[in-house]
């Protein structure tokens, strides 16, 4: 969808869709004898809609960013959802209180609020200037290239830029195989597409999906009973973390802050999960260092998270990045649910009875993820879309990722002798496709 309408309408499409979900969840409820089957059907619809933004918002903000902003750019996306959920949290508790039809349905109509922003906000965002060199709009990439780039300082060259992009397209044409799908599990797409499917199912695993259905039941068996001002803590802290996205990223890179907070949310939830062992019925001190690692397991998280959603867009290449940023969607969303439904069985007395216990699960998925994104995860940090096509493509190791330096002159090309002298390969290891290493790679 998003090839064939492009990302503005992709947009407006999405929050037609989410309004008309609204509205047919709205008059489910508004007769004597509401109908449960129609609501049903809205929420399914509404999955779908959430479904095509979790596609293709990162990567519209990915694609509209320089590499050295593209972190805070991307991190918008779980800014604006947070938000959401801590302004949904807080309507849901006020009206709650309402014993008549107005508990459930001001709570429905707020969502109406960011479906009708996208409506009327999307026709005055710039295209993509990818998708519209993509479709031969070259003057038109030009004009969104400069509204997106260009300030008085910086003397961005919108005909240079627009070029480098045309010419790592008509590369990447020129490879017959490229956009097919078998093309995805082989080579470097197969590497591209374990780092998106990877560091998306983890982080469900490590606790995202348990914690956003089943928090309170993990509260109450660690001894806390004010749980609402203790979940708004927790949200309103997460949502202060995630702010960390718009500039940590960007400084300090993707691998360091994903290997230390993974490795911290596991320390907490392994301690919380002994802790809920070791003591049958948890004491005063006890509940207060459990809400305490659980506050510091969310602070830790929240700076994980936008990671998840700019190393998936980083990951997909430019000619199947859709398919892999969906295919990475999918996985993720089927860990969450997959944990949704098989908690309350391995938790909940009179089954699995783990109680408190099935901490240690989501903390071991914690130290399974510090494994995965050092031997698999590499440092994406502040290269073009291009560059990382082209690194990709060359088959650079994790080591040398970080520390490649692209060759400067007039007409920026990437040379053989560069890559040999930068990778200390021989020139038989490097793939050497005259289109590919010809392209000129953007320093934007």
Known sequence: MNNILGRRLSLVLTGIISIIVVVIEIMSAVDQFPRYGQFVAGKVIASIAMGLAAKFVPICLSKTSTGSSRGFAV??????????????????????????????LIPIGMQFIEPVIMVLGSPFLPESPRWLVWKGRMEDAKAAATELFDTKTNDFDATEYVNSIQVAIEADCNNEDAS?????????????????????????????????????????STGVTKVFPVITGLYTLYYVAILSGHFLPDMVGRRPIL??????????????????????????????????????????????SPLIWIVTAESAPSRNREKVQAIAVFFGFGVSLLITSVSPCIQNAGYGN???????????????????????????????????????????????????????????????????????????????????????????
């Not at 470097?188 to 606790?207: E, Y």
């Not at 602070?299 to 994980?304: A, E, K, L, N, T």
């Not at 007039?410 to 390969?425: P, S, Y």
């Open 75 to 104: 991190t918008a996306y779980q800014n604006v959802q947070i938000l959401g959920v801590i302004l949904a949290a807080g309507v849901v508790y006020a009206s709650s209180k309402l014993v008549t039809q107005s508990s459930y």
């Open 354 to 444: 783990l109680g408190g216990k099935i901490g240690l699960i989501w903390g071991t998925f914690s130290v399974v993820t510090v494994a995965w994104v050092y031997f698999i995860v590499l440092e994406m940090k502040g290269f073009t879309i291009e560059q990382l096509d082209y690194l990709f493509n060359n088959g650079v190791p994790i080591r040398k990722f970080k520390k490649y330096h692209f060759s400067e002159g007039e007409a920026g090309l990437t040379r053989v002798e560069d890559v040999e002298e930068d990778l200390d390969m021989d020139k038989g290891d490097v793939k050497t496709s005259p289109s590919l290493l010809g392209a000129k790679l953007s320093q934007i």
């Open 259 to 304: 290997i230390s907070t993974a490795s911290f949310c596991a320390t907490c939830l392994i301690i919380v999960s002994s802790l809920v062992t070791a003591y049958s019925t948890p004491s005063t001190a006890t509940q207060k260092v459990s809400i305490t690692l659980i506050f510091l397991w969310e602070i830790s998280f929240g700076v994980q």
């Open 180 to 220: 097919r799908w078998v093309d995805l599990f082989r080579g470097a797409g197969l590497r591209r597409l374990l780092i998106a499917v990877g560091i998306q199912s983890l982080q469900q695993a490590k606790g995202s999906s348990y914690m956003n259905s089943y928090i309170v039941s993990f509260l109450v």
